[in-house]
């Protein structure tokens, strides 16, 4: 369970292979991807990635001092969560946005069973 569970491996591309990879990342299932800039990594690169195993975690750390253009880094999509799929995600919400946005936290529970009930 311990062996492998984290694992750091650095990368040396150009902006055209990290969109491809973080596009790819972005639609493996359950997986959870995160992006920031850095402007030194601990070993040579264009890119560090961090793989969380047990909670399917990617961090990718971009160099912004290597020879990468960053002006042709493309982000891949973001999806929201669906609070009705993701139960055990709830947490994740702020606090304003669990109690007052209507559709979301608690208020998406509620709209679910009033769905559901006989008129």
């Keep these: 369970m311990f ?3 984290f694992t ?3 990368y040396k591309s150009d902006a055209k292979a990290l969109n491809l990879f973080l596009d790819d990342l972005a639609h493996v299932p359950s997986a959870v991807l995160h ?6 990594l601990p ?10 195993a047990g909670d399917n975690r990617f961090h990718v750390r971009v160099n912004l001092k290597s020879e990468i ?3 042709d880094l493309y982000l891949p999509d973001i999806h929201g969560r669906n609070p009705i799929e993701n139960r055990d995600k709830m947490t994740m919400f702020g606090f304003d ?13 509620t709209d679910e069973r009033l769905a559901m009930q006989p008129r």
Excluded: C, L, Q
């Excluded at 070993?43 to 969380?52: D, I, L, S, Y």
């Excluded at 669990?98 to 529970?109: C, D, L, M, T």
């Design 3 to 5: 062996i492998n569970s």
């Design 8 to 10: 750091t491996m650095y």
């Design 35 to 40: 992006v920031s800039f850095v402007k030194t």
């Design 43 to 52: 070993e040579p690169g264009t890119r560090a990635v961090h793989h969380e």
């Design 69 to 71: 253009n960053t002006e």
């Design 97 to 109: 946005e669990f109690f007052n946005k209507p559709g979301r936290g608690w208020r998406a529970f």
